[in-house]
């Protein structure tokens, strides 16, 4: 079954101190990609960072890196220095496109709260 | 350069009756996805327009229908209204290329409160 695994509903960090968000996938497709999305409570989804299944180096975009483990199925979010503007929901989502037919599955969030 | 858009913004109906949400993809972008969020829920994909042709489906009811016009942009329309369709709605547009993954950007989204 093709699936996006997000096991902390939670998570609390300090200010200016990094944080991961865990994120494991299911799927027996070779090709893929991952994504990090942020939801601020205005409900609009943001685009963080892409990780193709080839890509053999983690994505980094500025504060962002992505830690892919391939053979473990994950894809778990750094943010490095964090800042009260990071308190928002998470989510970790994989586009599958298998014989022209596509998929874009999105696990159930991580809830961020960065405290000063 | 102008972002994914969608309208309403906020909507109340009441069961039964029938709905229409508007999007305007990223100025580029050909492909439309909507998707609903249920409260404390990840989005879950209803469907994807294509060259004006619905390309992809998810496990959403025929009450659930849409349309793309020839500018990109789509509606998605919802009838006979159930108290579960109240959540936020939103629209996603990409480039479709062949072979590659498409990064999808969205919209503010819609919120829709069922009575």
């Known amino acids: 079954a093709q699936k996006i695994t997000q096991t902390q509903p939670g998570m609390f960090v300090q200010e200016k101190e990094a944080v991961t968000l865990d994120c494991t996938y299911d799927?027996?497709?070779?090709?893929?990609?991952l994504f990090w999305y942020k939801q601020p409570s205005s409900g609009e989804m943001i685009f963080l960072i892409y990780q193709g299944s080839y890509d053999e180096q983690n994505a980094t975009e500025g504060r962002y890196s992505l830690n892919f483990q391939k053979a473990r199925k994950s894809a778990n979010l750094v943010i490095s220095a964090s800042q009260l503007g990071d308190s928002a929901m998470y989510f970790c989502a994989m586009s599958l496109t298998t014989s022209g037919t596509y998929k874009y599955i999105f696990g159930t969030g991580t809830r961020l709260k960065v405290l000063a | 350069d102008a972002g994914v858009t969608q309208s309403p913004t906020h909507l109340i109906k009441t069961r039964g009756q029938q709905v229409t949400l508007r999007c305007s993809p990223k100025?580029?972008?050909?492909?439309v996805s909507w998707y609903q969020q249920a409260l404390g829920q990840g989005p879950q994909f209803i469907f994807q327009y294509y060259e004006e042709e619905e390309r992809q489906r998810g496990n959403f009811p025929d009450r659930f229908s849409g349309h793309q016009f020839p500018n990109y942009s789509s509606e998605l329309n919802v009838n006979a209204l159930l108290l579960g369709d109240s959540a936020l709605y939103l629209c996603?547009?990409?480039?479709?290329?062949?072979?590659?993954?498409?990064?999808?950007?969205f919209g503010p989204g819609t919120r829709l409160l069922v009575l």
């Open positions: 100025s580029g972008h050909d492909t």
């Open positions: 996603a547009s990409s480039l479709r290329r062949t072979g590659r993954t498409e990064t999808q950007y």
């Open positions: 799927t027996s497709d070779q090709s893929y990609g």
